[in-house]
């Protein structure tokens, strides 16, 4: 990258950019996964329906991730001018979120996606059915998949931070 120094608000202003990106994505997979997923459960007359509402949700918090995972890189390279800026911790935690996010859309949804269709009904599913033991092992990939998210989050946050009072 070129030798163009960035005023302060400028830099200021692609560090918010930074944290706005994170905070978006953090708080979507927090309020799905905390908030509408176990609401929708609860309140829903089918599980069917909660996993369809669920599903639609998390398709959507997975675009958004990956838009604002691109975003918090994009600008951080030109906040910092330099490539080597996405070796660091803080922006490999979001290559790691990116990363995660992509696996559990384009891998896991879409294999869970053709199970509920070979069911027809999850709820109506016989308990020792061998779709459903497969769908559960799915599942529990997809939300440790979307832990991972999370967690790399987290520490991606506190880097963030970190990195800000040291003042890089």
């Not at 070129?2 to 990106?21: C, I, N």
């Not at 007359?45 to 996993?51: L, M, N, P, T």
């Not at 990116?98 to 891998?107: P, R």
């Not at 999370?150 to 990195?163: C, P, R, S």
């Amino acid at each position: 990258m070129s030798g163009v120094l960035y005023s302060a608000a400028m830099t200021s202003l692609l560090r918010t950019l930074e944290f706005l990106g994170l905070s978006l994505w953090l708080g979507s997979d927090v309020f799905l996964s905390f908030v509408v997923a176990p609401r929708a459960f609860r309140i829903l007359a089918s599980r069917d329906q909660a996993g369809a509402i669920v599903g639609n949700g998390l398709w959507w918090m997975h675009l958004i991730g990956v838009i604002c995972g691109i975003a918090i890189l994009v600008a951080r390279l030109l906040r910092t001018r330099t490539f080597a800026s996405l070796t660091a911790p803080a922006a490999l935690c979001v290559v790691l979120m990116i990363s995660l996010t992509v696996v559990s859309q384009h891998a896991v949804s879409p294999k869970m996606a053709a199970l509920r269709v070979q069911m027809g009904s999850i709820q109506a599913t016989a308990a020792d059915s061998p779709l459903l033991a497969e769908f559960g092992k799915l599942h529990r990939v997809s939300v440790s998949l979307e832990s991972g998210v999370l967690l790399a989050g987290l520490a991606a946050m506190y880097l963030m931070v970190k990195d800000l009072a040291v003042g890089q």
